[in-house]
Every structure is written in C-alpha cells, then in structure tokens.
T-cell receptor
Framework: AQKVTQAQTEISVVEKEDVTLDCVYE???????LFWYKQPPSGELVFLIR??????QNEISGRYSWNFQKSTSSFNFTITASQVVDSAVYFC?????????????FGTGTRLKVLA | SAVISQKPSRDICQRGTSLTIQCQVD?????MFWYRQQPGQSLTLIAT?????????ESGFVIDKFPISRPNLTFSTLTVSNMSPEDSSIYLC?????????FGSGTRLTVV
C-alpha cells in the first residue's frame, strides 16, 4: 500500500543553518510522482517540486535542494542558509500512476521553526 | 497554473448545523478534490468530484455527511452536514493545476 513517512515532527534551527527534512515512501508501482508542499502559518499549500520515479537527478532551486534515492525510497529536502520566512509545515506527498495527478497521499508533515 | 477561489475562509458554526464551502477555479478542470486537515494533522482526501457524475468518496467518508456538487467544470461545493466539534478542521479543495495539485486557501471551520 502507499505510504509516506515524515519521521521528523518538528525541527528548530537558528537562522542561516542548513536543515534537511526527511521523507520516506512506500509504493508497489514503478511509475509514481513525489511532491513537496509548504504550508505557512496562513494555511495555504504552496507547491515546491514534483519528481517522477524515472528521474533520480537531484534538483536545486535557489536555497532549496532535493535528493531522490530510489534505493532507499527517500526524497529528502534541504534548505540551505535557512531564513525566518522558511518557518512552515512541509509536506511530502506521493501519487501513483502514469499521470501523477491523482489521489495524493500526504505524509504527516514536518514543522520547521527558524529562529532569528 | 490554475487559481482557486475558496470561501468562506473561516467560520464558526453551531453543532447540528451545516456549512457549504465553495470553490471556483479560473479554468475548466476535469476533477476536483476535497481534503480535510484536522488540527495538527496531515491532509486526508474526502472525495473526488467529476462534473456530471456523483462524487467518489474515500473510506470513512459518506455522502450523507459530506454531500458534494459539481455543476460545471469550474465550480464545486462541499457541505459539512449535521456538524459536531469533531468536524472542526481545515477543508481544502484542489485541482490538477499542472504540474501538481493546486490548492485553495482553505476553509477553517470551528464547530462549537
């Protein structure tokens, strides 16, 4: 069955520290998509990245980077030089199937607190 | 990507009453999804709404409690019926906005 595990419930770091949020997934499909979303205190969900199961290249976007490893079923998210504005709950999600746009399964989220 | 307007943004309701949440999308979409996020919890899919057919509900959710309408390709409503304090949650609608789901800003419901 599908499952997404975010073992870190809450992380606190001091501004400018690097922080990695872990995500481990389970699926029987060979075709699937993985996502990260950010939920700031205002409550909306902000899409950060999508990665398909056939693309294991790591991705960097500014201070954000993602490490996808099929061998360990992990899709970890690193924020470099964290800032107070990064404080939010971060969700990892999995979608099975060729389109990658149906029935997301979300992890329980990691609350990141960046202290000034 | 699609832009979703969801309302109300928040409400406080008496137990036993019903609340209807609306989502308007700025483009036509085939499927709309309704999620619930209980306090401090993750998102759980309630149902998938296709235009012109009955919604498909996930295990643990029933149409009598969460009736959904989908009258056209840009609009959907979710009603939370006969509310109890356990229904206090954030309710979010979502569409396939390419390359991922786009979410509405959510309805923060408190049942007293």
């Amino acid at each position: 069955a599908q499952k997404v595990t975010q073992a870190q419930t809450e992380i606190s770091v001091v501004e400018k520290e690097d922080v990695t949020l872990d995500c481990v997934y389970e699926t029987r499909d060979t075709t699937y998509y993985l996502f990260w979303y950010k939920q700031p205190p205002s409550g909306e969900l902000v899409f950060l990245i999508r990665r398909n199961s056939f693309d294991e290249q790591n991705e960097i976007s500014g201070r954000y980077s993602w490490n996808f490893q099929k061998s360990t079923s992990s899709f970890n998210f690193t924020i470099t030089a964290s800032q107070v504005v990064d404080s939010a709950v971060y969700f990892c999600a999995l979608s099975e199937g060729g389109s990658g746009t149906y029935k997301y399964i979300f992890g329980t989220g990691t609350r990141l607190k960046v202290l000034a | 990507s699609a832009v979703i307007s969801q309302k109300p943004s928040r409400d406080i309701c008496q137990r036993g009453t019903s609340l209807t949440i609306q989502c308007q999308v700025d483009s036509q979409v085939t499927m709309m999804f309704w999620y619930r996020q209980q306090p401090g919890q993750s998102l759980t899919l309630i149902a998938t709404a296709n235009q012109g057919s009955e919604a498909t509900y996930e295990s643990g959710f029933v149409i009598d409690k969460f009736p959904i309408s989908r009258p056209n390709l840009t609009f959907s409503t979710l009603t939370v019926s006969n509310m109890s304090p356990e229904d206090s949650s954030i309710y979010l609608c979502s569409v396939d906005g390419g390359p991922a789901y786009t979410f509405g800003s959510g309805t923060r419901l408190t049942v007293v």
